[in-house]
């Protein structure tokens, strides 16, 4: 993959980024500029994790020389370029951190079986790798599972290791994860292209969000359409089943559902009202009665809230919200 245009080093550093920092970035650019970034971030092809993190440091860079250019220029004073600079260090941080889980981790949640037909074709110095950075006790349990004389090489390598190179160690991590969802059949890859510009969507202003829908609905109806159908709103509480319903909002304080459900529809109040215990649902229906009217921003703000405890639960597979797909 070629990571060469400034365009697509940017749709890959938005890529990294959670979706809540991902929004709050994205919603201080143009409508137009957020179009062309979310077009290039549909377009993504998967990436070596050495490829994203020279891609994250090259935008950083980038986007530092344009900032003290502007300060040079005499626009120091602007809170705008303060908080660019702002942005540049959170995205110099991203590079040090988008590999931040332990290596290997996705381990864990393999069973032994699956781990040792996964490394025992492996070079005993690339087994040896992955032995000095699991836990002790796995690493124990696949060495000894070993075959008598591989397991001796891959002691011997182990004692040979000294100062482990972190890009190897990245490499060798790609490469085998790409390697074990072949052999599960997940074939499970990062989440880009429509996913991820639906999130970072999900997670912008309302306003904001159907100014870029329509936007993109006149530029590329097709990409419109899969984005309508996809994006996580306040309204989608009532396609979610009761389980579901429940558990969104055991995630949130009633100082946050009373404004966000003050001028919702009275269908999705009643939804609400009938999923909660007796007690919360008094004090939810005594809070929004009490209340003064609730003005757009403060209302945008508890949605927003809302949206995002929909959006966490269901990248963790916790809950699923059937959609249709947007004429």
Same mark, same amino acid.
């Given at each position: 993959?070629?990571?060469?245009?400034?365009?697509?080093?940017?749709?890959?550093?938005?890529?990294?980024?959670?979706?809540?920092?991902?929004?709050?970035?994205?919603?201080?650019? !143009?409508?137009?500029?957020?179009?062309?970034?979310?077009?290039?971030?549909?377009?993504?092809?998967?990436?070596?994790?050495?490829?994203?993190?020279?891609?994250? !440091?090259? $935008?950083?860079?980038?986007?530092?020389?344009?900032?003290?250019?502007?300060?040079?220029?005499?626009?120091?004073?602007?809170?705008?370029?303060?908080?660019?600079?702002?942005?540049?260090?959170?995205?110099?941080?991203?590079?040090?951190?988008?590999?931040?889980?332990?290596? $290997?981790?996705?381990?864990?949640?393999?069973?032994?079986?699956?781990?040792?037909?996964?490394?025992?074709? !492996?070079?005993?110095?690339?087994?040896?790798?992955?032995?000095?950075?699991?836990?002790?006790?796995?690493?124990?349990?696949?060495?000894?599972?070993?075959?008598?004389?591989?397991?001796?090489?891959?002691?011997?390598?182990?004692?040979?290791?000294?100062?482990?190179?972190?890009?190897?160690?990245?490499?060798?991590?790609?490469?085998?994860?790409?390697?074990?969802?072949?052999?599960?059949?997940?074939?499970?890859?990062?989440?880009?292209?429509?996913?991820?510009?639906?999130?970072?969507?999900?997670?912008?202003?309302?306003?904001?969000?159907?100014?870029?829908?329509?936007?993109?609905?006149?530029?590329?109806?097709?990409?419109?359409? $899969?984005?309508?159908?996809?994006?996580?709103?306040?309204?989608?509480?009532?396609?979610?089943?009761?389980?579901?319903?429940?558990?969104?909002?055991?995630?949130?304080?009633?100082?946050?559902?009373?404004?966000?459900?003050?001028?919702?529809?009275?269908?999705?109040?009643?939804?609400? $009202?009938?999923?909660?215990?007796?007690?919360?649902?008094?004090?939810?229906?005594?809070?929004?009665?009490?209340?003064?009217?609730?003005?757009?921003?403060?209302?945008?703000?508890?949605?927003?809230?809302?949206?995002?405890?929909?959006?966490?639960?269901?990248?963790?597979?916790?809950?699923?919200?059937?959609?249709?797909?947007?004429?």
């Amino acid at each position: 993959m070629s990571l060469s245009s400034s365009l697509t080093r940017a749709a890959v550093v938005v890529n990294r980024l959670s979706t809540d920092y991902a929004a709050r970035v994205l919603s201080r650019l !143009e409508p137009e500029d957020i179009k062309s970034v979310l077009a290039a971030i549909s377009q993504l092809k998967k990436s070596t994790p050495l490829e994203v993190r020279d891609s994250i !440091e090259r $935008f950083a860079t980038e986007t530092g020389i344009e900032i003290n250019r502007r300060i040079h220029a005499g626009s120091s004073d602007s809170p705008n370029v303060r908080s660019q600079e702002s942005d540049v260090l959170s995205y110099r941080s991203v590079s040090t951190t988008c590999e931040s889980d332990l290596p $290997f981790s996705f381990l864990k949640a393999v069973d032994h079986e699956t781990k040792l037909q996964l490394l025992q074709d !492996e070079h005993p110095r690339n087994i040896a790798l992955v032995l000095s950075c699991v836990e002790p006790d796995a690493a124990s349990n696949l060495i000894s599972s070993l075959d008598p004389v591989l397991r001796v090489s891959v002691l011997k390598r182990i004692c040979e290791l000294e100062e482990l190179d972190p890009e190897e160690i990245a490499y060798l991590g790609f490469e085998l994860k790409s390697r074990l969802d072949k052999l599960t059949g997940l074939e499970q890859e990062s989440a880009l292209g429509i996913d991820v510009a639906s999130r970072v969507l999900s997670g912008v202003d309302e306003t904001v969000q159907y100014s870029l829908l329509a936007e993109i609905d006149q530029a590329d109806p097709d990409m419109a359409r $899969f984005l309508k159908s996809s994006v996580v709103v306040f309204e989608d509480l009532e396609r979610l089943d009761s389980d579901g319903l429940k558990l969104v909002l055991s995630k949130l304080d009633t100082s946050v559902l009373a404004p966000a459900l003050k001028h919702a529809s009275s269908s999705l109040q009643i939804r609400v $009202f009938d999923v909660l215990a007796e007690k919360p649902t008094e004090l939810l229906a005594l809070e929004m009665d009490e209340m003064a009217p609730v003005d757009q921003s403060s209302q945008q703000s508890a949605r927003k809230a809302v949206i995002k405890a929909m959006l966490d639960l269901s990248l963790a597979g916790r809950i699923e919200f059937p959609k249709q797909l947007a004429g």
